[in-house]
């Protein structure tokens, strides 16, 4: 491209002055009239005469050659810029094309197509280049598909172990509180004790590991979730029994009262998602408020919310609440509220509560009355 630009700037400075020199030596081009001798005055009126029309016959084609060789210039200027202009169209311009589409794919943007150059010597190159840019483009978002799939599928698995790790935390829990009362029996009669120290160190040992794994589970989801933009949630339509079951097997978390059943109806929602929704909810009530449960299911008429008919269903629990200042926090994530110092957690239940229901069609509403409440909104079909 510099080659070319200097031969282009060279030829317009050796032709725009040719006009002028051309002006300027044919301007000094005169008709020289020979010596004069002795001539009688007749004679020299006949000289006068035929000098004069040769000097104007020699003045039409002095001008008409200045016009012939201006116009010659004027083709040869004009032609030289086509050319150049063509060489640049069919030659340098689809070069940097390619050169700027290659700057684009080393920064990471796929998105601009290559402009295809037909009767270009480059028409093959620049099909072939731009399916390389398709190629690479696919094969991106193949990745990227990948990676967000790999990290999701981390996330839930690192997530869904909280439940099993409970479950384990809460049997040693009680077979704690069982053998400690069989050490008191046996101290108090005399007996062996031995054997029972050694279930409850065991009982001891495996909570430790219990806590562990539920640590490094939690690290695991943490580092998952803030590397994928988007977790799946898949809506299909199932029915809304399916919702009550999800409550009545959380056994772990106490004392879960099922005021009524829920309506019967289609619903959409994820599975999955919704599970994990109970889950958290429950969870939480559980930890923080330690109190029985209490889940109740009703309809949501179109009038009441913006013409959408939804199954809401309503978990309360009979705790001492959240303070009003950190209401408006709770879904952020990585948020934990002021009683949560000797609590395990992230701060990502509610956040994930929250997203799972915008990405079912639904919602999530809370507040505090007599206790923590937290509504839900099951889109119906």
Known sequence: MNYLKRNLILFICLMLPCPAVMILLFSKVQLVPDHIGNYSDEQ??????????????????KRDLLICMLMIWALIFIFGLLLFTGIYLKQIRPIREMEALASQIAKGNLDTPLPMQKDSVFERFTESFDLMREELKTSKEKERRAQNSKRELVAGLSHDLKTPVATIKATCEVLDLKYRKKLKDAEANGTDTSEILSVLEKLDIISAKAETINRLAQNVFSAALDETDEIAVNVIETSSADIEGYFTNLKDYGNIILENHIPECLVRMDPLRMEQVADNIVGNSYKYAGTDILVSFDEISP????????????????????????????????????NSADRSGYGLGLYLVNWYMEKQGGGMEYYNDNGFVVELLVPKV
């Open 44 to 61: 020299l009126k006949i000289y006068s005469e035929i000098r004069q029309s040769l000097s104007l016959s020699f003045e039409t084609q």
């Open 303 to 338: 009038s009441e919310k913006d013409g959408h008919r939804f199954i809401r269903i309503t978990i309360r629990d009979k705790g001492p609440g959240v303070p009003d200042a950190e209401l408006a926090l709770l879904t952020e994530k990585y948020y934990r509220g002021s």
